[in-house]
């Protein structure tokens, strides 16, 4: 299995090119459930997901074919089969996106429930009521999902308990499609939502309330092809933001822009960073030495976020003074702490938060994760370290960080792919 190996202390100086958002690709790829015309995606990553949830679309009828130039054309001319097997939706959790196109297409869905994962048990009980509201009878048999709505779906209000990505997405790409009005309230604020709302807009939905916590939906009968460019990826570039002040480097992040970041931007000023935006993206550079212990609190957009809590962390491992950084997203994201202290680090863990005390530096080893996130926060601790860090099990980063190692190497940083 392959291994990034890093050789830390070099300084990080260059331009990164900003992929498209992960995060926002798989939810637009699913889109192009809720029409019988091409939906063209512009600008989608090449990663291990893309690639996952292109073979579960494939099991749906999906017609794909790439466009040469980083972009795909989705069509799904008929839906051939509306179960998303369990042996696909395992692999990644947002496989539970194509419940809501399916069943308002097609009035039925049988999916698997995607299980637990490393950080935490994410639980589908608000996609599930979010469709009940809009006439689906679910039923759970043998680990799956089994939703009915034989007359079709109908506009609903949702007012959702707890802020949730994934069921606001679900419930949004469903209500396109169902009989009059949906208003969905305390709806997830993410960048991403607001650029798959925009996707359904050009195919011919009626959203309105973009960007805000409440969704107003007019169903309409069919949608049509469109073309969309994915947004870029405000973790990516929140990452590479963070390694940049872990090696006292100055990086230009190409297609970034601080709107995107949300509460990234205060605090990483208050860590001592200088963020600037240029023509073509944002500048990142530590403003004067040492990068200060900032208080960090992950929340739903546009809080901190909980995908950039295990960077900051390695971030504030070598930082003057200490920082407090708690997870209120989900319950069990502190992976990371174990190996980041294998590699000098001093933090104490109290339930749901991290007391994290600065030290002057850490010490390369080998270290592995169990998430993407946690994994690339190794990354970063290995590039801020002396000596050299083996990060084991690739395959994460390979799930959400594109030509992670080309990227950090054209910033003169010490990194390669290892088999
Ligand atoms: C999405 C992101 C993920 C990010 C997360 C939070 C994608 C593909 N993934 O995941 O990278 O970490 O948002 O920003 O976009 N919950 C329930 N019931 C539900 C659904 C969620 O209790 O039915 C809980 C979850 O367990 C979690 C919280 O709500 O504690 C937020 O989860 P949610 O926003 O749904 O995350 P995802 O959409 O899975």
New binding site residues.
Partial sequence: MDKIRIRGGRPLKGTIEISGA??AA??LMTAALLSDETLHLHRLPDLADIATLGKLLAVHGAEIVGDGNGGMKLTVRDVADTTAPYDLVRKM??SILVLGPLVARCGRARVSLPGGCAI?????????KALQAMGADIELASGYVEATAPKGLHGAKITFP??????T?NALMAASLAKGETVIENA?R?P?IGDLARCLNAMGAKIEGIGTETLQIQGVDRLRAAEHETVADRIEAGTYAIAAAATGGDVELIGARLEMIGAVTQILQEAGLALEETKRGLRVHLANGRVRGVDVMTE?FPGF???LQAQIMALMTVCEGASMITET???NRFMHVPELMRMGANINLHGASAMVRGVAALKGAPVMATDLRASVSLVVAGLAAEGETIVNRVYHLDRGYEKLEAKLAACGADIARVA
């Fill in positions: 992960k995060n798989l939810p959790r947002a935490g048990t994410r639980p589908v009980d608000l996609h599930l707890k802020i949730s990505v994934g069921a997405e997830a993410e991403e739903p976020p909980t995908d997203i989900f319950e």
